[in-house]
């Protein structure tokens, strides 16, 4: 679009051009109602891919805030569901070694006699060898 607004802008100063030139070298008024409309023609096309241009640079302009807005709740929600998921992991880690726990301490509460044992065995181990 720039680009034909910017052809259009140059054809219309050029066909402004030739239309002085042959405004100061003829004298006949045909000729120079031929260029005054070719003048007005070259001029509403400029005037409208300039407005076509500004309509387009517009909607761009509109159309790349949305993507950019799509692309920040897009971000957000992809960031909600990885911290929501790692939370979610993070929970059943915790209740996997609360379940550890508690076997131990159901095994430690059922068989206190074997750990206490096991326990003076080792102190003794370590007390004879010092």
């Not at 076997?103 to 007390?127: F, H, K, V, Y």
Request: charged share 35%.
């Amino acid at each position: 679009c720039y680009g034909q607004w910017q052809n259009a802008e140059s054809e219309f100063r050029r066909v402004k051009a030739n239309h002085e030139k042959a405004r100061k070298a003829s004298k006949n008024p045909e000729r120079l109602h031929y260029h005054i409309q070719e003048v007005a023609d070259a001029e509403r096309k400029a005037t409208h891919t300039k407005s076509e241009f500004e309509r387009v640079t517009k909607l761009v302009k509109i159309e790349w805030q949305r993507f950019d807005m799509e692309r920040i709740e897009d971000f957000k929600r992809s960031l909600e569901a990885y911290l929501e998921g790692m939370i979610r992991r993070q929970k059943e880690l915790i209740q996997a070694w609360e379940e550890y726990q508690s076997l131990l301490l159901q095994r430690s509460s059922t068989n206190p006699s074997s750990n206490t044992a096991t326990g003076d065995a080792e102190t003794s181990t370590i007390s004879s060898a010092a």
